[in-house]
């Protein structure tokens, strides 16, 4: 089975800031299945990207993802008071694995 | 728009059996390639995936909750029923069911539902 731990746990940035969020796999991951979420409090997961650096549709252009083997990354050019949230990363080989996941707080 | 609405008890005793009950609209799981997939979280904790099952009525399952999982679909109600034999405290958890694709491999979830919170205690 495949773990993905995602660093760091919680991340302390501002509005209008860069936040790259870390993804590492226990093994390589395959044709970069892998796929990262956000969810708010209270609210189910919402997906952003798969297949490693698709946006998922109605995604904004501030968010890309990248990496493939055993590191990925989310990445968002400049954080929206919106973005402060958890955020998950998901490989979907087989058995399917949740990373442990990353919050990302204002500063 | 697809949605997805999960249904079931909120609160079970420890052994008990839970069932739960994923309702489809917009979407059938009899079309070729779409799956539904189960996926639990605990209060504050990570999300955890359960179970899947594919139009074909393909099934996978966590391998740590294999022996106390069956997920099964009934196409005339376009509904996924999930349940989970003796059930425990520290199953306590939001329970979301959620849309997925085949892709030749197991796949990512595109449209959740809002979730259901089961509380198990005596």
């Known amino acids: 089975e495949i773990v993905l731990t995602q660093s760091p746990g919680t991340l302390s940035l501002s509005p209008g800031e860069r936040a790259t969020l870390s993804c590492r796999a226990s093994?390589?991951?395959?044709?970069?299945?892998l796929a990262w979420y956000q969810q708010k409090p209270g609210q189910a997961p919402r997906l952003l990207i798969y297949?490693?650096?698709s946006r998922a549709t109605g995604i904004p252009d501030r968010f890309s993802g990248s990496g493939s083997g055993t590191d990925f990354t989310l990445t968002i050019s400049r954080l929206e008071p919106e973005d402060f949230a958890l955020y998950y990363c998901?490989?979907?080989?087989?058995?399917?694995?949740f990373g442990q996941g990353t919050k990302l707080e204002i500063k | 728009q697809m949605t997805l609405k999960e249904s079931g008890p909120t609160l079970v005793k420890p052994t008990q059996t839970l069932t739960l009950t994923c309702t489809l609209s917009a979407f059938s799981i009899s079309t070729s390639g779409v799956g539904v997939g189960w996926i639990r979280q605990p209060p504050g904790k990570a999300l955890e995936w359960l179970a899947l099952?594919?139009?074909?009525?393909?099934?996978r399952y966590s391998p740590s909750l294999k022996s106390r999982l069956t997920i099964t679909k009934d196409t005339s109600k376009n509904q996924v029923v999930l349940t989970m034999t003796n059930m425990d405290p520290v199953d306590t958890a939001t329970y979301y069911c959620?849309?997925?694709?085949?892709?030749?491999?197991?796949?990512?979830?595109?449209?959740w539902g809002q979730g259901t919170l089961v509380t198990v205690s005596s």
């Open positions: 099952i594919y139009w074909d009525d393909d099934k």
């Open positions: 959620a849309h997925s694709i085949w892709l030749g491999v197991l796949g990512y979830f595109d449209y």
């Open positions: 093994q390589s991951v395959s044709s970069s299945y």
């Open positions: 297949g490693a650096s």
């Open positions: 998901q490989q979907y080989g087989s058995p399917l694995a």
